[in-house]
């Protein structure tokens, strides 16, 4: 499926941060979530491939791409630099009521409004300050180099999440099916 620069849209997130994203019949977002541009910095880093406050040089099958990035509010931790610790998700009034002594109401309204068992944002943003993709650099570009090539680019860094998204669904797959013997 390839996009044009015509069907690239903008769009706010519930801080009211820019998001520039393409809709194809329904909603394919081009916008990821920032644990992809946060991956990516880590393999840069690790790699020794070229980093900078503006873009990422990513190698991979002999070929570079250029992601283009940009520091945003975490969608994560919405600007916290902290969330909810994971390991509580799917606990129930009863499993507070049955832990939690006496005290459970307290220990409960604490988890929902405080930040006592908060834990560091996993998408390791900075304080809340995270990296995200920079639409505005795409468009930048059909500004100056003409259409056909902010297409490519669009196409290109689609290509590149699309896979990268595969890749982490089909590791959790793979962890949900072993871990299924474990237990």
Avoid at 26 to 39: D, N, R, S, T, Y
Avoid at 70 to 88: D, E, L, Q, Y
Avoid at 90 to 100: D, K, L, M
Avoid at 156 to 182: G, H, K, M, V
Wanted: charged letters at 30%.
């Amino acid at each position: 499926m390839s996009f044009t620069i015509d069907e690239l849209a903008v769009t706010v997130d519930n801080q009211s941060n820019p998001i520039w994203y393409i809709n194809d019949s329904g909603g394919i977002w081009l916008q990821p979530e920032q644990e992809f541009v946060a991956k990516q910095i880590s393999v840069a880093k690790a790699l020794d491939w070229h980093f900078d406050d503006k873009e990422i040089h990513l190698e991979c099958d002999d070929q570079s791409l250029i992601i283009p990035i940009r520091k945003s509010m975490c969608t994560r931790c919405r600007g916290k630099g902290t969330m909810a610790n994971p390991s509580f998700n799917g606990t129930s009034i009863e499993w507070w009521q049955e832990h939690g002594g006496p005290d459970w109401k307290e220990d409960l309204d604490e988890y929902m409004n405080g930040d006592m068992y908060d834990v560091e944002c996993e998408y390791n943003c900075n304080g809340g300050i995270a990296w995200a993709m920079d639409w505005q650099r795409v468009i930048d570009r059909y500004r100056v180099y003409g259409e056909e090539s902010a297409n490519e680019w669009i196409n290109e860094l689609n290509t590149e999440i699309q896979e990268w998204l595969d890749s982490e669904a089909e590791a959790a797959a793979e962890r949900r099916y072993f871990a299924s013997f474990e237990g």
